[in-house]
């Protein structure tokens, strides 16, 4: 296994878990969700170099145009959490009292 896929396979890995196991804060399960992305964003821009494929190369740009969406969206949804809760702990924000 080359060094590009090692770095890869362990980031989404240590993203995932990070997102599985540290629940308290909104910020650190959206720094999860970007470094999820991130290694994806990284392993599609490796994939069509490795295999020559001209045909996959518009995809990394799609994956940062996602990216994008989903950190604006993450941000939004923070400082609108931050504003009517007092935090942005996961356990103080509950589906029925919105």
Known sequence: MSFPHLSFYSAFTLSSLGLAFHRTHLISALLCLESII????????????ENQATTF??????????????AATGLAMLVASTRTHGSDHLHNLNLLQC
Not at 38 to 49: F, R
């Open 38 to 49: 991130l290694s994806i964003y990284i392993a599609l821009s490796i994939w069509p170099i």
């Open 57 to 70: 190369t518009t995809m990394p740009l799609l994956i940062l145009t996602f990216s994008a969406c989903e």
